[in-house]
Structure formats: C-alpha cells, structure tokens
C-alpha cells in the first residue's frame, strides 16, 4: 500500500507545488510508481504537468463529489508520474463538501480504490486551511511543511501545526508531521538559519536537509510542462529534491538503499 504524503502550508507561493511535482519525479526515478493528487483549485499542479485545466473533462472535483471513481480521472504525465488533476471547478466542491457528512474524509475513500498501485501518493493542498487541506491531511501518513525563511514564517507553521493536531485527534490519529522544508533559501543570508532554528526549537519540529536554494531553473520549469528533474537534470535543486526523495523512501522502508526499486524506471 503506498505512503501517502501531504504537502500543505496555508501559505501561498512557497513552493508546496514545486516540491510536489520534484519530489514526485525523483521517486519516480528511482523506479517507484507515484501518484501526484492536486488539491489546489488554481490547478498548479495539473497545468505545470503539462495539462489544460480548462480543457479536462473529468477531475478530482468529480471523485471527492463520489461522483466518478479514482482510476478513471486518473492520467499519465510525461515525467512518469500519474496525476489526479484539478480544474478550477474544485473551488465550488469546497462548498459542497461542507454540507456532507463524513466530508474530511472523501480523498481518504476515494484513493483507497487505487492506493495499491502505487507506492507513493504526493499531495499538493491549497494555500488554506480549509476542507480540501483537512482532505489532504487525513488522507496522509505524513505531512511535509515547505517554509519560506522570512521573519513570521513561524506563525503560519504554528497554525498549520494546530490544525495537524486536529486532524490527529479527529479524523487520522497515524498522520504524523515529516518536517519543515526550507524552500527558497538563500543560505548567504543568517537570517534565513536564524529563522528556521527559531521554528525548529519553538514547535520541536524536524527541519528537512538539504534545503532547497532559491533558483531560476523553478520558475522555468512549470511553462515547459516538465518538472525541474527533466528541465534543469544535474540543478543544484534537482539533486536536492532527490535527495529529500531518497531520504523519504528510506525512512518509509521501501528505500532502495535497502530493497531496491519496486518496478525499473521508465
Ligand atoms: P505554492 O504551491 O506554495 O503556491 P509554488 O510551488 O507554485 O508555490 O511556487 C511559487 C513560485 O515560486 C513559482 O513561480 C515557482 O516556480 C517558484 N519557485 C518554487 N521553488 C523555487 C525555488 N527554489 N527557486 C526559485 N523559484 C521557485
Ligand atoms: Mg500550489
């Protein structure tokens, strides 16, 4: 059954995205079947992989609705990676999801159909801390934090935190909190390690290494429908992000410093 990750901060424009799609492609890599689940009405995700929004048929506003199951929306992107897209329709199936019952958990349920075929399941939440992120959350094993280092960054890590523990005391109770990823970061500055120490000592939470440099190859990216894995291959940012993605496999024990690639890569 694949380990689910979220990717969440309230905050929009730190890289929760970003990381999604590069974290996704260098799992792909290293030969594991991965499932990337775009949350985030704005469609980021989806268009960055290289799909219209505008022009899908079928997303995964239809699936959290019960309306369509998992594996037909589903489709292949050209990093490898498969993709539950959004389209912008998403913003109205918040409201929706408001007037069910049980509605925290209709990503849970609708994923449990298709969790088998893979091994890992990445997801990209909205820059809230609304229905949809809840979605995300309690559909998770873990949650990974992306922070931008800049002064009161910490107060948004401390509501997402608060809103973690609910999750863990109302609707997953094994989400557990991976850690802060510094993204962005711009190592000249002691700033930047000033502020991740302070968020590290102030909620004990992990903070995730190497951290992810601030570089133009991000910003490329997204336009050509590739992650940074494909655009920018040997990028300082590339390699960081599979270092994260090696790390995770390892700490999941599927590793393959320790079992070897589950399927040959593409
Ligand atoms: P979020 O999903 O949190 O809103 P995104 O992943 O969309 O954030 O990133 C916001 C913007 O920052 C995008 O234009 C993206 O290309 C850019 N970006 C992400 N990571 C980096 C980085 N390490 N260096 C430079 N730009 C980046
Ligand atoms: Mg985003």
Do not use: W
Not at 106 to 127: K, T
Not at 169 to 181: A, K, Q, S
Request: glycine content about 10%.
């Amino acid at each position: 059954m694949a380990h689910v990750l979220a990717v969440a901060n309230q905050k929009g424009g730190v890289a929760k995205t970003t990381s999604v799609s590069s974290l996704g492609a260098a799992l792909s890599e290293l030969g594991y079947r991965v499932l990337l689940v775009d949350l985030d009405p704005q469609a980021c995700l989806t268009f960055s992989l290289g799909l219209d929004p505008d022009a899908l048929e079928l997303s995964v506003h239809d699936v959290l609705l019960g309306r369509l199951s998992a594996g037909i929306v589903i489709t292949r992107t050209s990093d490898g990676m498969d993709l539950l897209p959004a389209t912008i329709e998403l913003a109205g199936c918040e409201a929706v999801l408001l007037s069910r019952t049980g509605r925290e958990h209709a990503l849970r349920l609708a994923l449990a159909e298709v969790i088998d075929a893979y091994d890992f399941v990445l997801v990209d939440c909205p820059p809230s801390l609304g229905v949809l992120t809840i979605n995300g959350l309690t559909a998770a094993d873990e949650v990974i934090v992306p922070l931008q280092c800049e002064t009161l960054s910490h107060r948004g890590v401390g509501q997402l935190l608060d809103t973690v523990h609910d999750v863990q005391r109302l609707t997953n109770p094994g989400l557990g909190v991976r850690g802060v990823l510094p993204t962005l970061f711009d190592g000249r500055t002691a700033h930047c390690r000033a502020v991740l120490a302070d968020v590290s000592a102030r909620y004990d939470i992990a903070v995730l290494t190497p951290p992810i440099a601030r570089s133009v190859r991000f910003a490329e990216a997204p336009g050509t429908g590739r992650s940074i894995l494909s655009t920018a291959r040997r990028s300082k940012g590339a390699e960081a992000y599979r270092a994260h993605a090696r790390a995770i496999a390892e700490a999941v024990g599927t590793g393959p410093l320790k079992a070897g690639p589950i399927k040959a890569g593409p």
